[in-house]
């Protein structure tokens, strides 16, 4: 669980950033002033999400919270200009916090060769 959510948060992290380079391009582009900020904070998500997925192989509990701390500013973006994708993200983000939720629970394989119970 915890290798799935880091790749998957990764490939969704590079594919916010792209998307709000795109809306921040086309704001300067056709001089508009709603989505400039808007493609700012989902160029930010797309921080979190990256950030979150690098912590969640080794620190799941520690990417569970970037991930849920992703969601709130796209929801928050999402519901505040006309940058409505970022709702969807928020979506895919509250799913990958849920997923490292459950990744950190799952204990680490103990039974290494370096680690062997004697009895």
């Known amino acids: 669980m915890r290798i799935a959510s880091g790749i998957i948060s990764l490939i969704i992290g590079i594919l916010v950033f792209l998307q709000s380079c795109t809306v921040s391009f ?28 690098a912590f969640a192989f080794a620190l799941p509990k520690v990417a569970m919270i970037f991930s849920a701390a992703a969601a709130l500013f796209a929801f928050i973006n999402g519901a505040t200009s006309d940058f409505s994708d970022m709702k969807v993200w928020g979506v895919i983000a509250l799913i990958l916090a849920v997923m490292e939720f459950f990744g950190a629970r799952k204990p680490k394989n103990v039974n290494t060769p370096n680690n062997v119970d004697v009895q």
Do not use: N, P, Q
Not at 29 to 52: E, N, P, Q, R, Y
């Open 26 to 53: 086309g704001d300067a582009l056709f001089s508009g002033k709603t989505t400039g900020s808007s493609g700012d904070l989902g160029m930010f998500v797309a921080f979190l999400l990256f950030i979150g997925g």
